[in-house]
């Protein structure tokens, strides 16, 4: 049975303390002058800078570079978590006309699902243990479409992700559009280590 191709970007699943993912999540701020398009699942990068109560910013996460975090949550008021203008809409636009917020997993610890990218070389289980770049893909209008870059599994510390393993259900197996369990590897809260 083939895997299905269902990007979702980064999707907390668990921490590696052993535990589920609590669902706990920091917020941050997007200004209005940020040109990026965002989703649930998008990494995200700290923007270096805040808001007038302090929330400090993000911006869209660069592969090989360090993360903050993954988005779960969006919104467009501090301590509201929606865009009261447009309730059907759960992504971000890059042409903005407000400010937006968002609700980061920036936990280093979080460990999150993602999906192979469906062209290249796949990745086997010699791939486990190593670090990888994650690849930016266009939103499907609800989720993102970020994915694991197939060209760039490695055991250089700097990579964004590190390899945990095969996310083990029935519909999923080693080859095209592979789920994997990964970590933030280069994480802004957290140094990064060689993949193994």
Not at 49 to 64: E, H, K, L, Q
Not at 153 to 166: D, F, H, I, V, Y
């Amino acid at each position: 049975m083939a895997n299905p191709n269902k990007p979702m970007g980064l999707s907390p699943v668990g921490h590696l303390l052993g535990l589920d993912w609590s669902g706990k999540a920091r917020m941050y701020y997007i200004p209005s002058s940020d040109g990026n398009a965002f989703a649930i699942g998008d990494p995200v990068a700290s923007g270096g800078t805040a808001d007038a109560n302090g929330v400090p910013s993000v911006t869209i996460g660069v592969a090989g570079a360090a993360l903050r975090g993954v988005i779960v949550g969006i919104g467009t008021k501090e301590n509201l978590m929606a865009d009261p203008a447009n309730l059907d809409s759960i992504v971000i636009p890059a042409t903005k006309t407000k400010d937006y917020y968002v609700m980061v997993a920036d936990d280093p610890f979080i460990i999150f699902e993602c999906q192979e990218i469906g062209t290249g070389t796949y990745l086997t289980a010699a791939a486990i243990g190593l670090n990888i770049n994650l690849v930016a893909g266009a939103n499907n209008g609800y989720v993102s479409g970020w994915l694991l870059d197939n060209t760039t599994e490695a055991g250089t510390s700097t990579l964004n992700c590190k390899l945990l393993g095969l996310a083990r259900r029935a519909d999923n197996a080693f080859g095209q559009y592979a789920k994997y369990l990964v970590t933030i590897n280069n994480h802004e809260l957290n140094a990064g280590t060689a993949g193994v």
